[in-house]
Nanobody, 126 residues
C-alpha cells in the first residue's frame, strides 16, 4: 500500500504563489508516476500535472497551468511538489496528490491512477 499526504494549501490573493507538498510512504518501489489533480466546486476532478517518479523528469501539464505551475520530486525526501505561481481565482480547488504504477505521465484520466491523498484546499481570492 502507498500513503500520500498533501500539505501547503491555503488562501492567497490572485497573482500570488503557493507550494504544495505530497509526502509519499509505504510500498513506493512499485510507483512509476506521480501527479496532481484538482476538483473545483461543482466540477469533476481534473488532471493538473504529472512527473516520472524515479527520474524526476518528463513532466507533463494540462494547458491551463503551463508556464505557471511546476511539478518536481525530491527522491531523498520521498516528496512531490507543485509550485503554483501567478495564481488566479479559477485555480481555486481541492488539490489531490496521486500515484500510479504505470509510467504514463500523460494519463489524465483519474480512474487510471492507483493511489490518492485526501486533498488540500487552495483558495485564490480576486
Amino acid at each position: 500500500q502507498v500513503q500520500l499526504v498533501e500539505s501547503g494549501g491555503g488562501l492567497v490573493q490572485a497573482g500570488g504563489s503557493l507550494r504544495l507538498s505530497c509526502a509519499v510512504s509505504g510500498r513506493t518501489f512499485g510507483i512509476n508516476a506521480m501527479g496532481w489533480f484538482r476538483r473545483a466546486p461543482g466540477k469533476e476532478r481534473e488532471f493538473v500535472a504529472a512527473i516520472s517518479w524515479r527520474s524526476g523528469s518528463n513532466a507533463y501539464y494540462t494547458d491551463s497551468v503551463k508556464g505557471r505551475f511546476t511539478i518536481s520530486t525530491d527522491a531523498a525526501e520521498n516528496t512531490v511538489y507543485l509550485q503554483m505561481d501567478t495564481l488566479a481565482p479559477e485555480d481555486t480547488a481541492v488539490y489531490y496528490c496521486a500515484a500510479a504504477r504505470h509510467p504514463y505521465i500523460e494519463t489524465m484520466t483519474a480512474a487510471w491512477w492507483d493511489y490518492w491523498g485526501q486533498g488540500t484546499q487552495v483558495t485564490v481570492s480576486s
